[in-house]
């Protein structure tokens, strides 16, 4: 009887036991996933639809899913979360003000998340510029601010004039 028990369990065993051991890796996609990529890509296109044809409130619903993934991408390039976030809100305040120009040959995911990118990168350059013109105000200030009797000192080389730590306000 113990026999019949093992060939019978032997039985039961698939013919490649290798597909066993890697199938629980890496499931391979049913019919049932498949569908519901469909569908959300469908409903993706019309919630976009809808949108294009006047529903406002459908706008949060497309957005919603991808807040986080916007968020990230500009955390990225701005390394602040306050700066990340602002520029999270203009890219999907400029994603909505632009839908109309949205073509539909990407993701609506993939546009919103470059537009994301190219705010962050805006924020950047414009922090630059503003930082050089501060920078330039700065050295202006310190014009003012040094005496020119310590540059009137005989001998004194330029490298000395600004080692100088006793400056003279007129």
């Not at 990118?117 to 630059?128: G, Q, S």
Request: aromatic content about 8%; glycine content about 4%.
């Amino acid at each position: 009887m113990t026999n019949l028990r093992i060939e019978d369990d032997r039985k039961q065993l698939p013919a490649n036991p290798a597909a066993t051991r890697y199938a629980s890796r890496a499931p391979r996609p049913t019919a049932h996933t498949v569908s519901a990529a469909n569908r959300l890509e469908r409903s993706e296109g019309d919630l976009i639809a809808r949108i294009k044809g006047g529903d406002v409130e459908g706008f949060y619903e497309l957005v919603r899913p991808y807040e986080r993934a916007v968020f990230l991408a500009a955390l990225s390039l701005v390394k602040n979360d306050a700066d990340a976030e602002e520029v999270a809100q203009e890219a999907i305040l400029k994603a909505f003000k632009n839908l109309s120009r949205f073509r539909e040959e990407a993701k609506f995911s993939t546009w919103l998340i470059q537009i994301s990118i190219n705010e962050a990168k805006m924020k950047l350059r414009k922090d630059r510029r503003t930082c050089t013109s501060q920078w330039k105000r700065v050295n202006k200030t310190m014009r003012v601010i040094t005496s020119p009797r310590i540059s009137q000192i005989g001998g004194t080389s330029h490298r000395r004039r600004w080692s100088r730590k006793n400056f003279v306000r007129r």
